[in-house]
């Protein structure tokens, strides 16, 4: 049975696609301006390392929980000649956190749900997945084998070869 305190209290603030020829489009938002500008950010790495599969179609959906002052991230990934894997995610960030927060946590949201699509998302040198996370306030990839940060997300196709 739905519960409607856990559901009837959010309000959808966030729609965009990513696709691979497009990259970010249909990006409406009634939200601050770095949640666009990270948004932007994961849309630039979402082609780079794609491991055992390739997407074909990313949506977000956001939606503002007032009782917790959080965005919650919705994602529905379509793997190349697959169905969609339907709307997945988990807790964001607070609405006033700070672009380097925000990014960190929709790639961590998009990274579960493309990894529940059967796709390793981004695939790092050395045969591991790399994780999003905060190093020196910035919001970077960082690669558990090699102990290090690999690239700043969004710019993970600038530092690392492509394959």
């Given at each position: 049975m739905?519960?409607?305190?856990?559901?009837d209290r959010r309000?959808?603030v966030?729609?965009a696609?990513w696709?691979p020829?497009?990259?970010?489009?249909?990006?409406t938002?009634?939200?601050?301006?770095?949640?666009?500008?990270a948004?932007h950010r994961?849309?630039h790495?979402?082609?780079?390392?794609?491991y055992?599969?390739?997407?074909?179609?990313?949506?977000w959906?956001g939606?503002?929980?007032e009782?917790?002052?959080t965005?919650?991230?919705?994602?529905?990934?379509t793997p190349?000649?697959r169905?969609p894997n339907?709307l997945?995610?988990?807790?964001?960030?607070s609405?006033d956190?700070d672009q380097?927060?925000?990014?960190?946590?929709?790639?961590?949201?998009?990274?579960?749900?493309?990894?529940?699509?059967?796709?390793?998302?981004?695939?790092?040198?050395?045969?591991?997945?790399?994780?999003?996370?905060i190093?020196d306030?910035?919001a970077?990839?960082?690669?558990?084998?090699q102990?290090?940060?690999?690239?700043?997300?969004g710019?993970l196709n600038?530092?690392?070869?492509?394959?």
């Amino acid at each position: 049975m739905r519960n409607p305190w856990l559901f009837d209290r959010r309000e959808q603030v966030l729609t965009a696609v990513w696709t691979p020829a497009r990259g970010i489009t249909d990006l409406t938002a009634d939200l601050p301006d770095d949640w666009l500008a990270a948004v932007h950010r994961l849309g630039h790495d979402l082609h780079v390392r794609q491991y055992g599969g390739h997407l074909d179609h990313v949506h977000w959906v956001g939606e503002y929980d007032e009782v917790f002052g959080t965005v919650l991230i919705l994602t529905n990934v379509t793997p190349r000649d697959r169905a969609p894997n339907g709307l997945g995610g988990h807790t964001g960030a607070s609405l006033d956190s700070d672009q380097d927060t925000i990014v960190s946590n929709i790639a961590d949201s998009v990274q579960d749900s493309v990894g529940d699509a059967g796709i390793a998302w981004p695939w790092g040198d050395v045969g591991s997945i790399l994780r999003p996370c905060i190093e020196d306030n910035i919001a970077v990839w960082y690669d558990g084998r090699q102990g290090r940060a690999v690239a700043p997300i969004g710019d993970l196709n600038d530092h690392v070869s492509a394959y």
